[in-house]
């Protein structure tokens, strides 16, 4: 019964479902002597963490707080400069009222333009459809062409045989 429990706790275990108190099960029973021959790849798993787990740090950790602090009002100062420059420089290196209007007005320029190209494209593919139209019309006249000369040659042919009889 307690082999059978012990296989579900690590059933549960290598799938993360575990809880605390379950662990501490699992600890103990691996830290005993009487572990079952097929479940022993799990023992030193959990010796290491019972070992690991009485391990100290001992050494001294030295903080050097002043030196961290100026640098990091070294990089707010050099931070808020760069956004200053970054504001300021534009409006002074940046164009001027003239050349701003020239923009615009290039820029309407281009606008008015393009409306006029599309309007003549417009124009132009209305164009097309009426010489489609007018292909198609042609085409219609040749075919009439056509078959008024096979009418003209039936109308001979009647009458030849109309007047052989």
């Known amino acids: 019964m307690v082999l059978n429990n012990i296989e579900k706790l690590i059933e549960k275990y290598n799938n993360a479902e575990t809880s605390l108190a379950e662990e501490k099960q699992l600890k103990a029973y691996f830290?005993?002597?009487?572990?079952?021959?097929?479940?022993?790849?799990?023992?030193?798993?959990?010796?290491?963490?019972?070992?690991?787990?009485?391990e100290q740090f001992t050494k001294d950790v030295p903080l050097n707080t002043k030196k961290k602090t100026r640098l990091y009002q070294w990089i707010s100062v050099a931070a808020v400069a760069v956004l200053m420059l970054g504001i300021i420089v534009?409006?002074?290196?940046?164009?001027s009222d003239e050349e701003l209007k020239q923009r615009e007005l290039a820029m309407e320029t281009y606008n008015r333009t393009m409306e006029a190209l599309s309007l003549v494209s417009l124009g132009m593919n209305e164009g097309k459809e009426q010489l489609t139209n007018l292909a198609l019309v042609g085409e219609n006249i040749n075919e009439g062409a056509q078959q008024a000369s096979r009418l003209s040659e039936f109308n001979q042919v009647t009458n030849r045989i109309l007047k052989n009889k």
């Open 90 to 95: 534009p409006k002074i290196l940046g164009p």
């Open 31 to 54: 830290n005993s002597d009487d572990v079952a021959p097929h479940l022993e790849q799990y023992k030193p798993l959990f010796q290491y963490f019972s070992l690991s787990q009485q």
